[in-house]
């Protein structure tokens, strides 16, 4: 199946920093979603967004819902070292779900 | 608040054993898939069920089969197990297509040797 093109692939950032990361997709979707998954853990789903345009808090997270349907952005304010992780997205469309490789997320104290 | 619970996080199995993994979620979901997660791949497809008894292929089901013969839960059984099938294993649930969330279960760690 499609895999999305998550980027960046890893970051290092300090403690307090913001982040970016995106996910862009040649196909239209009716669904964004954001994971993060801890080592060894399953993903923990954080934002779901289903309209075009559609902006998401969740917390520190904001995430969005790109306006030609086939990208979408997460962002973390003021980062904390209990966001290290991987984050990934995911996009529906029809049945299909597809997902990102992931984005590997080091916060340094 | 869902939960999807993976009866094992960690399995060692010799090549050529027969496995199973189960999958249990209590939101009465209809939707249940299993993935494989690799490093460098993503999560890949294995098979998905929408309903008792139902399933469906996804991306990579060969050397897999799956058994639903209850709402809330979904096996994956690995007939004849080998080395290229060490990989961490997700279970997944979402209460209708048309909800577009997925949960996921904590995963079970496959060591094949």
């Known amino acids: 199946g499609q895999q999305l093109n998550q980027s960046p692939q890893s970051m290092f950032i300090q403690e307090g920093e913001d982040v970016s990361m995106n996910c862009t997709s040649s196909s239209i979707f009716n669904t964004w979603l954001w994971y993060k998954q801890d080592p060894g853990e399953g993903p923990v789903l954080l934002i779901a967004?289903?309209?075009?345009?559609e902006l998401t808090s969740n917390g520190r997270l904001t995430a969005q819902f790109g306006i030609t349907r086939k990208d979408s952005f997460l962002n973390i304010s003021a980062s904390i070292p209990s966001d290290v992780g991987i984050y990934f997205c995911?996009?529906?469309?029809?049945?299909?779900?597809?997902f990102g490789t992931g984005t590997s997320l080091t916060v340094i104290p | 608040d869902v939960k999807v619970t993976q009866s094992s996080r960690y399995l060692v199995k010799r090549t050529g054993e027969k496995v199973f993994l189960e999958c249990v979620q209590d939101?009465?979901?209809?939707?249940m898939f299993w993935y494989r997660q690799d490093p460098g791949l993503g999560l890949r497809l294995i098979y998905f069920s929408y309903d008792v008894k139902m399933k469906e292929k996804g991306d990579i089901p060969e050397g897999y089969s799956v058994s639903r013969e209850k709402k809330e839960r979904f096996s994956l059984i690995l007939e004849s197990a080998s080395t290229n099938q060490t990989s961490m294993y997700l279970c997944?649930?979402?209460?209708?297509?048309?909800?577009?969330?997925?949960?996921f279960g904590p995963g079970t760690r496959l060591t094949v040797t």
């Open positions: 995911a996009g529906q469309a029809g049945n299909q779900f597809y």
């Open positions: 997944a649930s979402s209460f209708r297509l048309v909800t577009r969330e997925q949960y």
């Open positions: 939101m009465d979901h209809e939707n």
């Open positions: 967004l289903y309209k075009a345009g």
